[in-house]
């Protein structure tokens, strides 16, 4: 039976990179390899057409003979059990190594880790978080060990090569038609054995130690907000990159304002009579004190809003305000002459109560109406 196209086989153009061939075969190789078609001859059959096409087509000696001449250029080292099946291990690893953890192909070195992030929790209190501010931090990580340089191994002596592995960090298994890789399981991973550890890190490579770091908290930061600092995480192994150490805020409650994104709120308390004939009075601001003009006849829950007297955004030009609820006040421990003129002036509100209080003559009228209604 004559061999169909190599191209056709993995539905290629002829212009199709390497990376592209290898995807392609990878799909074929996902849809037909025996494992997952134990019982049909004709996937098993598709699967060994793809692998010899892969096998061709990335080779660029064997591609370009292909290319001119044919079947026929290659005949000698194409199919399973010519010389590409002495490779086919590595093949295979190469294009599923990304699916079970390979290492990056072929002949691998020693394996490297980034370190971990961290993370730090920093209290603010609102004004800080407001304006922004500069403070020391005190983080405990994982540090090279000055002692052995991160090696591990004693001073004087160095980490000798792993003889399961090969120093690669990965050894492969092969499983049928698939070669799996994974870490070894007697480095792990590393590439690397120490017979004599060094004493200060026990031959880990790494010791634990404080730095005291400064952050810059921009304006506006609030809480659930993070700045990260890179590289300032663990030190990582192998000569591996430093993991990131995220700051994470957390604005305390402040005695006067409430946050609510870029806008503050506060509550102002008004005495009875203030609130009655309007008047003026100072309120608190992040930026010191202003006026706030109470107009005659304020009642309980009016907002005043203050522009410009919140927080300005982290990300942004703009800046909230300042929102002051009134609540009026009751006056307390009063004296027997100050509730004789409180008395005289609830007789002389009484006889024309729907203007002086319009909302409790409304209240006392939907009351009548909703008994009445009962009634019925």
Same mark, same amino acid.
């Given at each position: 039976m004559s061999k169909r196209d190599y191209?056709?086989?993995l539905e290629l153009e002829k212009s199709a990179s390497k990376a592209e061939i290898k995807k392609a075969f990878k799909r074929k190789a996902m849809k037909f390899h025996p494992d997952r078609n134990p019982d049909s001859k004709d996937a098993e059959e598709k699967f060994k057409e793809a692998k010899e096409a892969h096998d061709i087509l990335t080779d660029d000696q064997k591609r370009s003979a292909y290319d001119q001449f044919g079947h026929a =250029?290659? +005949? =000698?080292? %194409?199919?399973?059990? =010519?010389a590409g099946a002495s490779n086919f291990s590595d093949v295979f690893g190469d294009v599923f190594g990304d699916i079970f953890g390979g290492g990056g192909g072929r002949g691998g070195g020693q394996q490297v880790f980034r370190g971990s992030d961290l993370r730090y929790n920093l209290e603010l209190e609102l004004e800080d978080a407001v304006k922004g501010t500069e403070v020391k931090i005190r983080v405990p990580t994982q540090v090279s060990c000055t002692t052995c340089g991160g090696s591990g191994a004693k001073k004087g002596t160095k980490p000798t090569t792993c003889t399961t592995c090969g120093g690669h960090g990965q050894v492969r298994m092969q499983q049928g038609f698939f070669s799996l890789q994974q870490t070894c399981p007697r480095c792990h991973g590393n590439g690397k054995m120490i017979s004599d550890p060094c004493g200060k890190c026990n031959g880990h490579g790494r010791t634990e130690k404080h730095k005291t770091l400064s952050v810059k908290v921009p304006p506006g930061v609030d809480t659930? +907000? #993070?700045? #990260? *600092?890179?590289?300032?995480?663990? %030190?990582?192994?192998n000569g591996g990159p430093s993991g990131d150490l995220y700051v994470h805020m957390n604005v305390r409650p402040h005695k006067i304002f409430e946050r609510d994104g870029v806008d503050l709120h506060c509550e102002v308390p008004v005495s009875f009579v203030a609130a009655s004939l309007g008047g003026e009075l100072e309120v608190p601001t992040l930026d010191g004190r202003v006026k706030l003009k109470i107009p005659p006849e304020t009642q309980t829950g009016k907002s005043f809003r203050l522009r410009s007297k919140g927080v300005k955004a982290v990300r942004g030009s703009g800046v909230?305000? *300042?929102?002051? #609820?009134?609540?009026?006040e009751t006056p307390v421990n009063l004296t027997n002459e100050q509730k004789d003129i409180l008395k005289q002036l609830e007789s002389s509100l009484k006889g024309d109560s729907v203007n002086h209080s319009p909302q409790a003559s409304s209240w006392v009228d939907g009351v009548k109406k909703f008994f009445k209604d009962m009634k019925n």
């Open positions: 191209y056709a086989v =250029g290659v +005949d =000698g080292s %194409a199919g399973m059990g =010519g659930g +907000d #993070r700045i #990260r *600092l890179s590289g300032e995480g663990e %030190a990582g192994e909230g305000d *300042l929102i002051c #609820r009134i609540t009026i």
